[in-house]
């Protein structure tokens, strides 16, 4: 294979991301080889995360961020704490930050291997989310699914976490609504210019809440870091819940803290290593370092 880059797949609480070492060479992933790994039920994928050099001083890295349809995405928390525990084993570092599209992001390996992502400030205004039409309370926005007199769905809070977010408040299990039926309608409705990820979530205490995500370019996802900013924040805005909570996002917990004295959210969860192996940035096509399991292959 010409021209191929290292890439390590791996999981952020099973959000599956492809971490592509792409420093010291010119271009990028393209989205023709992102929807070809994708289509791969070895190195399918939620994000790519592509580390690039460093453009801006004082970073270590700048990260481009694919969905798994080739798109371009903005933030990607759990893909974050991916990048950095692959950083931190090959260079013994523990603090690392990071340039984005979104901006920057600051992150720190723990002694127990936990990681913490500094998201940043949530933007609540409706021309920064953005909202197709004017909102002057975000925490409550005019949205639903079904009949207009009983809607299945209805009033999300609305939040960008670097992306936006759309998080629907429900009183039932959040595996009891067809969230596969519901997050593409919702995903790509007019009043998201740049579409949305789509949310469900439950209250469970004033610290604790359930979260499942339909993710903007990607679906069905079993842990989305900055929809569970975006539900912690939004919980804490309504008053539903404390600035400090545990998200349950269906690939396990993530402690959110929105912060007082700042306003920044900060992430804290593991990341996972799965498997490496080199690949063609242009066309997607790769190979393993070693041979794969069966279960990589199935």
Known sequence: MAD???????????????????????????????VALAGDPATAFDQIMAIHDPRLHGTDAYIDILNSDGSKAQACGNG???????????????????????????????????????????????????????FRDTRMIELQIGPIDEPVLHSPSAVSMGN????????????????????????NHPIFPEKANISLARIRSDDELDLRTWERGAGLTKACGSAACAAAVSAARTGRTGRSVTVNVPGGPLR???????????????????????????????????????????
């Open 164 to 187: 936006p977010h759309a998080v629907f408040w429900v009183e039932d299990d959040v595996w009891s609504y067809a969230l596969d039926t519901f997050g593409p309608l919702l995903e």
């Open 256 to 298: 959110i803290e929105w912060l007082e004295k700042n306003d920044h959210v900060i992430m804290t969860g593991p990341a996972e290593w799965e498997f490496s192996g080199t690949l063609d940035p242009q066309t997607g096509h790769w190979r393993p370092d070693e041979p794969l399991a069966k279960e990589n292959r199935s």
């Open 4 to 34: 191929t880059v290292p890439f390590a797949k791996m999981n952020g609480l099973g959000n599956e991301i492809l971490v592509v070492d792409m420093r010291g060479r010119d271009g990028f992933v393209t989205p023709e080889a992102a």
């Open 80 to 134: 974050t704490r991916c990048v950095v525990q692959a950083l931190s084993a090959e260079t013994g570092k523990k603090v690392f930050t990071f340039q984005t599209v979104a901006g920057i992001l600051n992150a720190r390996e723990h002694d127990d291997a936990m990681i913490d992502v500094d998201m940043g400030k949530p933007e609540f205004h409706w021309e920064k989310i953005p909202l197709a039409e004017e």
